[in-house]
């Protein structure tokens, strides 16, 4: 069975400063990883993915994820928070053999950014 | 949220009534899921479809069905018998490597 886990249910930075976001993960084989945004009253945006390739992975606004393979996390990070970036963050996973089965989604992470 | 549009965005059910939740995309994707979001649980699968025609029962299955006879639409309805059917309901459909969502409908009950 897959499953995500996201230990933080809140995380505050101050703006500028940078942000981390923690995901960890279990799947029986490879994994596809997923970080999605969520604000208020509106449905979940895509930020970042990792297949394959390169650990560190690049995605919009910003924000990149670290694939650690040994300590099977993804966590999200960015170098400078923006106040614009307070939101709900999920990280999400599915098996790469399992082909188009649902993603199994972690609680969510509330990011605050302070000015 | 491009590609998928969910209807209504806001919607009230009364004691008994069965309410039918739209889910429309226009990416040619085969598979569409359902989730229900409720505040500090994250994403809960409801039901999700791989194919026209077919469909499979999620987590949280009791209260709630599904049809799949376009590939375009899945609809949800949402019965009598889900005795706690506010929440906030997302729609999504995906590709293997990418998974797309609707603006989300908040069902409340009156």
């Known amino acids: 069975a897959q499953s995500v886990a996201q230990p933080e249910d809140q995380v505050n930075v101050a703006e500028g400063n940078p942000l981390t976001v923690k995901c960890t993960y279990s799947v029986s084989g490879n994994p596809y990883l997923f970080w999605y945004v969520q604000y208020p009253n509106r449905g979940l945006q895509f930020l970042l993915k990792y297949i394959t390739g390169d650990n560190l992975v690049k995605g919009s606004y910003g924000f990149e994820a670290e694939f650690n393979k040994s300590q099977t996390s993804f966590h999200l990070k960015k170098p400078s928070a923006l106040v614009s970036d307070s939101a709900l963050y999920f990280c999400a996973v599915r098996d790469w053999n399992s082909g188009n089965t649902p993603l199994v989604f972690g609680k969510g992470t509330r990011l605050s950014v302070i000015a | ?110």
């Open chain 2, 1 to 110: 949220d491009g590609g998928i549009t969910q209807s209504p965005k806001y919607l009230f059910r009364k004691e008994g009534q069965n309410v039918t939740l739209s889910c429309e995309q226009n990416l040619n994707h085969d598979a569409m899921y359902w989730y229900r979001q409720d505040p500090g649980q994250g994403l809960r699968l409801i039901y999700y479809s791989q194919i026209v025609n077919d469909f499979q029962k999620g987590d949280i299955a009791e209260g709630y069905s599904v049809s799949r006879e376009k590939k375009e639409s899945f609809p949800l309805t949402v019965t009598s018998a889900q005795k706690n059917p506010t929440a906030f309901y997302l729609c999504a459909s995906s590709t293997t490597s990418r998974c797309y969502f609707g603006a989300g409908t908040r069902l409340s009950v009156l």
